[in-house]
């Protein structure tokens, strides 16, 4: 009953270096997305998916990468990490883009950029 | 405007008494659905409740409930009997047709309220 699976839980960084945050979830949905959780912020949607090979950009796009090369998998990548970038990330599916279910989310990664 | 606003960033509420979190929304689309989420400590994202725009009935699931008033644009939600389990941040989110002015995917979350149950 794996749902959602976000690898790492935590993970710190030093400015300037890559990582790749890992998200896979075994529901066979067609919606992935990406959030990030600041305090006061709420979560605020970074990329999202809508089916393999389908990406676009949510509304704090800028410093990450995605793709989504099958419709399990939807890592995100920082391209050269920025202390602004330290927050909670959180991927979450769906059925499809359109779909009344509720989104299921993982666990969250928590990441600190120093 | 915010789309979804949550006027109560926190509260203290003694364990057994009903608590209701608040939550206004703002659309035009005539088809749209709320979620109410719990996020404890730990960090993980919990469904709670769901109600869709045209639900005639106000939804409930155990001991939540969603007081659902369309023409107030209200969807406040509802805890009888509240435990120290409960203690948690709680998020409603609002779900529109994409590209009809919330969230690029449609989904759009508020700022969340910080409920601490007293015993």
């Known amino acids: 009953n794996a749902g959602v699976t976000q690898t790492p839980k935590f993970q710190v960084l030093k400015t300037g270096q890559s990582m790749t945050l890992q998200c896979a979830q075994d529901?066979?949905?067609?919606?992935m997305s990406w959030y990030r959780q600041d305090p006061g912020m709420g979560l605020r949607l970074i990329h999202y998916?809508?089916?393999?090979?389908?990406?676009d950009q949510g509304e704090v796009p800028n410093g990450y990468n995605v793709s989504r090369s099958t419709t399990e998998d939807f890592p995100l990548r920082l391209l050269s990490a920025a202390p602004s970038q330290t927050s909670v990330y959180f991927c979450?599916?769906?059925?499809?883009?359109?779909?009344?279910?509720?989104?299921?989310f993982g666990d969250g990664t928590r990441l600190s950029i120093l | 405007a915010q789309k979804i606003t949550q006027t109560q960033p926190g509260m203290f509420v003694q364990e057994k008494e009903a608590v209701t979190l608040d939550c206004t929304y703002d659309?035009?689309?005539?088809?749209?659905?709320l979620f109410w989420y719990k996020q404890p400590s730990s960090g993980e994202m919990i469904f709670l409740i769901y109600?869709?725009?045209?639900?005639?009935q106000n939804a409930t699931e155990g001991r939540y409930s969603l007081n659902f008033q369309k023409a107030r644009k209200s969807a406040n939600l509802v805890i009888s009997a509240s435990q120290l389990g409960d203690s948690a941040m709680y998020f409603c989110?609002?779900?529109?047709?994409?590209?009809?002015?919330?969230?690029?995917?449609?989904?759009?979350f508020g700022k969340g309220t910080h409920l601490i149950i007293q015993p």
């Open positions: 979450a599916s769906r059925t499809d883009l359109y779909s009344n279910q509720p989104q299921h």
């Open positions: 529901m066979n949905h067609e919606y």
């Open positions: 998916s809508v089916g393999a090979g389908i990406t």
């Open positions: 659309t035009s689309d005539p088809s749209y659905g």
């Open positions: 109600q869709g725009s045209y639900d005639q």
């Open positions: 989110a609002m779900r529109e047709t994409p590209g009809s002015g919330g969230g690029a995917d449609g989904l759009t």
